[in-house]
């Protein structure tokens, strides 16, 4: 006897009986040696030795039936199977209405089963596991997993991030503004098909649309490879570039153009194949410096290390005493830089100013508490106006002209910094490295 699944509780959804055309109630008969399709039988006609074309009744037969236990030995398969159509039915948690649709079993019994069996096995949750495993194993081959952006955020309009994907409407797939060859429709404005036109005339209108059709191919392209090299939501990207050591973000610079000729997947590999190669040659010149300094085991290395480490911190301090002598006659200025050293020492930024040798004081740092527009700075941001002496509401009004510029350009000089911003230029020169070093803004 073989026992398979039933078809379902609906009696309409079996087979019919081959015999009688009734629907089939389990258990039936399935011929073995007939088929396909199966030839089934109910009993009944099975006991009467039914025979139909070349189908004899004493053909080896098999008995289907989904009366046996699986999981459970109070629960057959059959409502196993009902159970997890009644819960696709009626929704998890309902297990009233599950109970009302099997028919068999009462709520809490669903419950119980369902929780014990389907969500707390072990069997299943080590499966699941083991599916995640590879899954992961699968995208660790790859060299950046990399997630296209089908699905970019969607920010309010005119809000920093919209600005920052060059005003991209997710629900659109297009940009509101600044569309590459912006004015393509002007030549066909005033086009218009006649019949009156000479054959010269007609061609050359053909030549026109010819050409617009082009442009329109263009900017479509570029949009492709914008939003294929998740190029959309500009500062996700940049924090990905981050993560790489300053050489190879050059180097990502540098290439960047010519990502749209080898795709996504395989410019990403191959910018993680040259930081592989920038780490191979760190390690092979430190061997090197082993070598020189002969050294031939990981042992004596360490030893190496810990010395060298030693002798950069002596050389610090011998430095940092001859800097602090300089201000030994003043004693503000010494404790300024006994606090800015202070701060270094405990990990964060120096926010105190050290004078200069020429005996010219700077400024003290700018006190940003009440000033409007604090609220909307990061750490980073108050340290730079608190050292550039820069109010809030004044720095977030450049930062937003700067990055608006840089995007409409692709790219900002210092020189069109200084030209949209009026003030000192060394001021601009800070807020224009802030900007840069932050990822805010690029070169162009």
Known sequence: MERLASFSNDPFDKPPCRGCSSYLTEPYVKCAECGPPPFLLCLQCFTRGFEYKKHQSDHTYEIMTSDFPVLDPNWTAQEEMALLEAVMDCGF????DVANQMCTKSKEECEKHYMKHFINNPLFASTLLNLKQVEEAQQNETAIPFHPADDPPRPTFDSLLSRDMAGYMPARADFVEQEFDNYAEWDLRDIDFVEDDSDILHALKIAVVDIYHSRLKERQRRKKIIRDHGLINLRKFQILERRYPKEVQDLYETMRRFARILGPVEHDKFIESHALEFELRREIKRLQEYRAAGITNFCSARTYDNLKKTRDEERLKRTMLSEVLQYIQDSSACQQWLSRQADIDSGLSPTVPVPSSSGRRSAPPLNLTGLPGTEKLNEKEKELCQMVRLVPGAYLEYKAALVNECN????????????LIKIDVNKTRK?????IREGYITKA
Do not use: S, V
């Open 93 to 96: 948690g309902n297990w009233q």
């Open 408 to 419: 409409k350009q692709g790219g900002l000089r210092l020189a069109q910094a200084r030209a």
């Open 431 to 435: 807020i224009y490295d802030f900007l």
